[in-house]
């Protein structure tokens, strides 16, 4: 049987090959949420009055004035609320029809769910410690 000499492979009692550092890695900013805890006081509260919801074809979170109409919400409020909505604090409520502009929509409120409920009441508990 002949012996083959693979240059990728050493022997097992042979030197050890030679040990490459890798260059050092540049840490950037820390990714995630970098808003203010504040903001998330507020949301929690106007989704608790019903003054956020999702246009019903597009899925875009909109603010709700008290006189019909709706604008789209700022993205990090948005950003906010879709959290909220993925971990289960928040749902859809009941339906309403609103004026984006001069076209009415479709709209479907936002609502706390009981553990939205008890967050809400530790951030507002909080609120006077900050």
């Known amino acids: 049987m002949a012996r083959r000499s693979d240059p990728g492979q050493f022997d097992l009692f042979g030197d050890a090959p030679e040990v490459v550092t890798a260059p050092p890695v540049e ?3 820390p990714a995630g949420y970098g808003g203010q805890p504040d903001v998330l006081v507020h949301v ?8 956020y919801g999702e246009i019903d074809p597009t899925g875009r979170v909109v603010r709700l004035d008290g006189d019909g109409h709706c604008r789209h919400a700022d993205d990090d409020v948005t950003t906010i609320v879709e959290h909220l909505v993925s971990q289960r604090f928040a749902e859809q409520g ?16 936002f609502k706390l769910t009981s553990a939205g409920r008890k967050i809400r009441t530790r951030w507002f508990h909080l609120r006077g410690v900050r």
């Not at 929690?44 to 003054?51: C, T």
């Not at 029809?97 to 409120?109: A, D, E, H, M, P």
């Open 44 to 51: 929690l509260d106007d989704v608790h009055d019903g003054r």
């Open 94 to 109: 009941e339906f309403t029809s609103q004026l984006q502009g001069v076209i009415r929509r479709k709209v479907y409120k």
């Open 27 to 29: 840490r950037g900013t």
